[in-house]
């Protein structure tokens, strides 16, 4: 005898057990996750950068003086060879005390891991100065520079 029973309907969509992600919830996963990455690397990000532009003030406020120490020896400002300069005079070789560190070699490095740049004329009132490229290490663009007569 056949044993005849009655048909199942199908088991509606939203019934069934479900195995995995549909792509909407994916992507919308993914969107809340970028966003987090993105409020957390903005508030991590300014507080570095606000430490890193404190480095360099201090870094240029030290190299600074001793320029001034050297001027104040020597009635002349040091030219191109900063350093070299610098460190031939007792007076501003005294003033850099801890700065040779920071200073890799020949180049002198801002808060940034970037090296400096020093112009021995064209600041204010036509005194040298040092300028760190900031935050993004490009000179050319002036919005993020720190210039030691600027601060």
């Excluded at 994916?26 to 480095?55: F, H, K, N, S, W």
């Excluded at 020949?106 to 021995?120: I, N």
């Excluded at 204010?124 to 663009?141: I, M, V």
């Amino acid at each position: 005898m056949n044993d005849i029973r009655p048909r199942q309907a199908a088991t509606p969509p939203h019934r069934r057990g479900r195995g995995a992600f549909t792509l909407v919830e994916m992507l919308a996963v993914i969107l809340v996750i970028g966003i987090i990455v993105a409020v957390v690397v903005d508030v991590v990000g300014t507080p570095i950068a606000t430490r890193c532009g404190g480095e360099t003030r201090q870094t240029m406020t030290a190299v600074m003086g001793a320029v001034q120490a050297y001027y104040d020896a020597k009635r002349v400002y040091p030219g191109a060879d900063l350093f070299g300069d610098l460190r031939a005079c007792p007076q501003s070789r005294a003033r850099l005390g801890d700065l040779e560190e920071v200073m890799k070699g020949r180049a002198l490095l801002d808060g940034f891991e970037q090296p400096m740049r020093y112009y021995s004329s064209g600041g204010a009132g036509g005194a040298p100065y040092l300028e760190s490229a900031g935050r993004d290490g490009d000179f050319a663009s002036k919005d993020d520079n720190i210039r030691s007569d600027n601060m």
